[in-house]
């Protein structure tokens, strides 16, 4: 039979107990009692220690006192009963005393998902003899000034090696990706920041990938980095989540599981699972970030008109099509599924390689797509003559009542779906006119004769191929570019003289003019009506909330929006989270060309600021095919964009104007460096450095 103590020290004084069984006691738990898996009684720490030996999980034993207890010790208030099985629980961990144990605190307020609170509250190493473990233990409790707060008792070790072990990268989110941190001894050091240790990155079945340089065979072996795979893969299907884990390796080569907790502000990547978007594809289109009746008057239709012209394509699997929500818009910018559009590669399975759906599904989409071909102009024409008939045909907008303006921005949807769904197919179905000029070109040398000095409303009502240069906006005063002193001029038959897919471009953008016109005319309504202060505001608000707004029943959501800014440019490539946030993916290693859209082969210093001017001869390097440029492209050597298609816009009047063009070329404004001398080679998409005047000697 165990001798019980009459009597144990606490503190200067001497607590005359009465024995009693550890079962009715909730002071002190052991680690393997199931109460101790409660972070309420236990704390976190304690709690998922007493988790991971339920799940054989290699943690150390061990005891806690509760946060009852704790509490009771710190007040000097414990009964006698409670302090018996303090001590009791000591005895028997530390062998009498002869082994030293590490008294850490065990908050159930730290080490949750969102936050660690690692380091704010006391862990004493390396405590011998029963004062001493009594003091950590007042020490420890008191460190919680307060707030509830367990303690946590365990062997002290003296390992090999310590570190810490990330179940996912905790920067990008990545699950396929573990991140060790090592030091010889124990983790502390590391884990209180006075050392950064040897970084390795491994595998999911523990290979490794990357290791810093200062990191000793020792780590690398595939016999210490296996089982912190396997520790790491545990400890995931234990707790339901990637876990941070602090862990120890022991002389003999045990593995020791010292803490595991939920990996706090994991990268949003791990949740960002679904299409790759990018603003390429309609970065010319928007080349600024719209406002809440802008998305819902021109973003839906693109939306609507992408999606039918893929449909009748046939080119993308009907299921991968409904998945997708073609066009998103995040803090008001615009940016479509790359995917979808072709602009990334996509990998294929053995299992998809050896269906033979595909081929199938090519050969009657290859027959629809046929007829659609030859039918493809004529439907074209058709629809512009209709378009241009109603936009001749339309009054006055100041005229119009609040109703009709209504009336007339809800129809515009169907317009502008069926002129994008057209220029889609035009785009995808039909060849490129090489000698016939863009709407842009066109409208650039209507500038150049401009000798008149008319003001840009006047030009703008004269020759409406000049929107061809603007972006839609409501609200904002038009300003045409300065055109390149080289241009020559051009009459108004040459203007009209575009090639199909450019004439429904040119529709589209009418259009979207009429619904911005039409959009502040509604907003004067609503000034005289006493509902908004000025007409621009009307752009605060949601096409499904002008009717209520002009009944006065909107005015709080038109408050609430008014001070809302714009989001920051989006990267080339993201995917979203189901919260909306954006995860950058990297889509070429930086090695890789771009594409070449045309325009030969030039050279010159590199111009990054598309906000001022470049000089003549320069290679203008941008993130966005943004149709503002269209002014400067004369002067050009060369032109490089991050994003966009051969076949946007801007790619094609550049070409036009000769200019070496390459896009898609990732991270291009981060490649080069302003006024480094860069080769543009328009055909193979590859963009080179040089030396200051190796262009001219060769």
Known sequence: ?????????????????????????????????????????????????????????????????????????????????????????????????????????????????????????????????????????????????????????????????????????????????????????????????????????????GRLRDASADAPAALRSRRMLRPLARL?????????????????????????????????????????????????PVAETFGLALRPLEEDLWVAPLRDGLREALTIAGATPARTLRSSPVVVTVG???????????????????????DPRPPARRLKAAWRVGRLKVALPALADDLIAEVDRDLRSLPDLRTLPAADLLRLLRRSHKTLASLHGHEALAGLLLAEATDRPTAASAALRILAQNDNDLDDEVLVARYPVLLSLLPPRIGSVLELPVPHASLPATNDTEADDVPVRESLRLRVRWVQELTSRAA??????????????????????????????????????????????????????????DDGIVVPVRQQRDDEAGKGAGGGRGAGPVHLDPDIAPAPGAVLVVRTLDPGLAGVLPGLAGLVSATGSVLSHLAILAREYGVPTVVGLANATERFSAGAWVVVDGTTGEVSGLTDGEWGAA
């Open 1 to 205: 039979m165990l001798s019980e103590p009459q009597g144990v020290r606490y503190g200067r004084a001497w607590v005359h107990t009465t024995p009693a069984r550890a079962s009715v006691l909730t002071s002190v738990l052991d680690l393997d009692d199931d109460r101790a898996q409660n972070p309420d009684v236990a704390g976190a720490k304690a709690a998922s220690l007493a988790r991971a030996r339920a799940a054989s999980l290699p943690a150390l034993p061990g005891f806690v006192i509760t946060v009852e207890g704790a509490r009771a010790l710190a007040e000097r208030s414990a009964r006698g009963a409670d302090a018996f099985a303090v001590h009791e629980a000591w005895r028997r961990l530390s062998d009498d005393g002869r082994i030293s144990l590490v008294v850490r605190s065990s908050s159930p307020h730290e080490d949750g998902a969102s936050q660690s609170m690692a380091g704010m509250f006391a862990s004493i190493l390396d405590v011998q003899g029963w004062p001493s473990f009594l003091d950590a233990v007042q020490e420890v409790a008191r460190s919680g000034h307060n707030a509830p707060m367990a303690v946590l008792v365990q062997p002290f070790l003296q390992p090999a090696w310590g570190g810490v072990l990330f179940g996912a990268d905790p920067v990008t989110g990545r699950t396929d990706r573990l991140v060790v941190a090592a030091v010889p001894g124990g983790p502390d050091r590391l884990v209180s920041g006075h050392v950064d240790g040897a970084q390795l990155t491994l595998s999911p079945r």
């Open 232 to 280: 790491a893969s545990q400890a995931r299907l234990t707790f339901g989540a990637p876990q941070d884990i602090e862990w120890a390796i022991e002389a003999n080569g045990s593995l020791v599981l010292l803490q595991s907790r939920p990996i706090t502000a994991l990268g949003d990547e791990a949740d960002a699972t679904g299409p790759v978007f990018g603003p390429g």
């Open 332 to 354: 008001g910018w615009v940016a479509a599924d790359l995917g979808l559009l072709g602009l990334t590669r996509r990998r294929r399975s053995v299992l998809a390689k050896l």
């Open 520 to 577: 502040l005319a509604f907003g004067h309504v609503l000034v005289d009506r006493g509902v908004l202060e000025s007409p621009s505001d009307v752009v605060n608000l949601r096409l499904d909330e002008l009717a209520a707004v002009l009944d006065s029943r909107g005015t709080v959501a038109l408050e609430l929006r008014r001070g809302i800014s714009a989001g920051p440019p989006l990267p080339a490539a993201f995917r979203l989270t």
